[in-house]
Nanobody, 112 residues
Framework: QVQVVESGGGLVQPGGSLRLSCVLS????????MGWYRQTPGHQREPVAH???????DVKDFAKGRFFISRDNTKRRVDLKMNSLKPEDTGVYYC??????WGQGTQVTVSS
């Protein structure tokens, strides 16, 4: 049984930073493509970034230069470091093990 658990969400001021973490149990983590998605007010769930088993990664345009994705196969964890956060980044962030499991999400709120 593959399960994904996110952590690290919270309240941060505009311009601040947060690091989200996603830990996977079960399955073969080292073989999975992992991704972060978000659902912001008034929008459907959208991709933020993903990282392949090789370590190659991609970040969507709205987050390029601000968000960075990484993985640690020993710890079975994928992180999303978010810098220079904006109010429009507010939403629920979800971790996805492609083709296997979604996490329940973690709330990120960017506000003064």
């Amino acid at each position: 049984q593959v399960q994904v658990v996110e952590s690290g969400g919270g309240l941060v001021q505009p311009g601040g930073s947060l690091r989200l973490s996603c830990v996977l149990s079960g399955g073969q983590f080292e073989r999975y493509t992992m991704g972060w998605y978000r659902q912001t007010p008034g929008h459907q769930r959208e991709p933020v970034a993903h990282i392949l088993s090789s370590g190659a990664s991609d970040v969507k345009d709205f987050a390029k230069g601000r968000f960075f994705i990484s993985r640690d196969n020993t710890k079975r964890r994928v992180d999303l470091k978010m810098n220079s956060l904006k109010p429009e980044d507010t939403g629920v962030y979800y971790c996805n093990a492609f083709g296997h499991a979604w996490g329940q999400g973690t709330q990120v709120t960017v506000s003064s």
